[in-house]
């Protein structure tokens, strides 16, 4: 039985269980939860500034009460405009989604009929990137729409348009009297600035035109680490369908340990960097200090593309002149690739744990304030709260359906009172904050209703 459950010495035995009643207007008990690590410091006289709207009535009942008021459900101040974003967001999509079917045509019959293959060898990578991705992202899931289009941007449009401005590059330079034809510039400085910038222009236009759904680093760490999968992906089909073309199954197996086994998380981590720094100014800060704060992590993006291709190109360099064996060559580039993998995947995590601490920072706001209670904040705003309600309501019909309705409304509410706090949205994000309080209200409602009908239906001790 999870944190703020019925308890059952409060159900009649026979009869649907009813709250201990209230006695007057009383104060909900007040508790103070932690900062999280990697957001905005929320100081009294913010919360001062922006209180929460002071529940009507009597304050929850501490074992989970059905006694809210009943009232006419709100509608979402956001509808309009989140029909608007599905709309867009799915034209893009559908678009990109074509792209990707032509890139998987052409690559199906060529490269002297390897095809297949190669496509099959590049989607390894891929499926195991997204898959870790979901997981990370499971904490507040993203609309699985954005995902796509994060993923398919990637894979398409950042390629075209990379191989688009790389050639614009290649003639403008040759025009000035320079070439830079050769493999040294064009892979420490043409690819990563111009790769970088096709790829994570996307997340720029994520946080300008649906801020709600990118209000944290993890978020951008999410959709950097597919857009990166994506391009990954397209790029792995042509060096390896390249590769075989030019040394048939040697090079192609050769290059598939190199790109897909040793280097597997290079331009998600590139792409992450840009992701995560907008992250930090999408939780406060005006909409344009989140675009301009894409630039440090652009930049860092690009440093650490050029490191790994700088590298890649001198010892490939040496190998050719015998001054270093080749399984020298790689034991460098997978120790470099490693400490990369690592340094993605321990951000990843620590922006996760953070997330789960945030959530019960702003989620003890609502309990202070009598929307919600502190055992109900820590069922909702940690890993083993969550599992334990999902266990408690599986045991009633219907009810974990509703219960997991309440962990995603949590989830949405703590991300509205960050946005509130910060000033992010105005009056229309206090109307959100409050529709998302009255619906969570209903859910509660309704989950106890389902636990009183299974509990004490005819026939049952």
């Known amino acids: 039985m999870p944190h703020g459950a019925p308890h059952p010495q409060a159900q009649q035995p026979g009869g649907p269980y009813r709250p201990a009643p209230q006695h007057g207007a009383q104060q909900p008990a007040q508790r103070v939860y932690a900062q999280p690590r990697f957001s905005p410091t929320v100081t009294q006289e913010m919360r001062i500034r922006h209180q929460v709207q002071q529940r009507s009535g009597a304050p929850v009942d501490a074992p989970w009460a059905a006694q809210a008021a009943r009232r006419l459900p709100q509608e979402d101040p956001t509808a309009g405009a989140n029909i608007a974003r599905i709309v867009a967001a799915s034209i893009v999509g559908a678009i990109l989604l074509l792209g990707m079917l032509a890139i998987l045509i052409f690559g199906a019959f060529s490269f002297d009929g390897a095809g297949l293959l190669v ?113 990954a992906f397209t790029e792995n089909i042509l060096y390896l369908g390249s590769a075989y073309v030019e040394n048939a199954d040697a090079g192609l197996w050769q290059t598939f340990i190199v790109r897909c086994l040793m280097s597997p998380l290079l331009h998600s981590t590139f792409v992450a960097c840009a992701g995560v720094s907008i992250g930090f100014a999408a939780r406060r800060g005006a909409w344009w200090l989140t675009a301009i704060m894409w630039l440090p992590g652009l930049i860092a993006g690009m440093v650490l593309h050029a490191v790994w291709n700088g590298t890649a190109t001198l010892t490939s360099a040496l190998v050719a002149t015998g001054a270093i064996h080749v399984f020298v060559s790689l034991g460098i580039l997978f120790v470099l690739s490693a400490l990369i993998a690592i340094s993605w995947f321990v951000l990843g995590l620590v922006f996760r744990h953070n997330e789960s601490t945030h959530t019960r920072q702003s989620l003890g706001d609502y309990a202070n304030a009598g929307w919600l209670t502190h055992s109900e904040v820590d069922m909702l705003g940690t890993w083993k709260g969550r599992r334990a309600g999902k266990r408690w309501a599986g045991q009633y019909p219907n009810a974990r359906d509703h219960m997991r309705t309440m962990i995603r409304l949590a989830a949405n509410l703590a991300a509205t009172r960050t946005r509130v706090l910060a000033g992010v949205g105005g009056e229309t994000e206090r109307k959100v904050e409050l529709y998302l309080l009255e619906q969570f209200t209903m859910e509660r409602s309704a989950l106890m209703g389902a636990v009183n009908h299974r509990s004490h239906r005819p026939g049952r001790a």
């Open 119 to 231: 496509i099959g060898l590049s989607a390894i990578p891929l499926v195991l990137i997204i898959l870790m991705v979901l997981w990370f992202d499971r904490w507040k899931p993203q609309p699985k729409l954005l995902l796509l289009v994060c993923l398919l941007w990637g894979a398409v449009a950042s390629v075209i348009m990379t191989l688009i401005a790389s050639w614009f590059g290649l003639v403008a330079l040759s025009i000035v009297g320079l070439d830079a034809s050769g493999d040294i510039f064009g892979a420490v400085v043409m690819a990563p600035v111009i790769e970088e910038i096709t790829k994570g222009v996307l997340l720029v236009v994520i946080v300008l035109a649906a801020r709600k759904h990118f209000e944290g680093p993890l978020d951008g760490w999410v959709y950097g680490s597919l857009i990166g999968a994506g391009f």
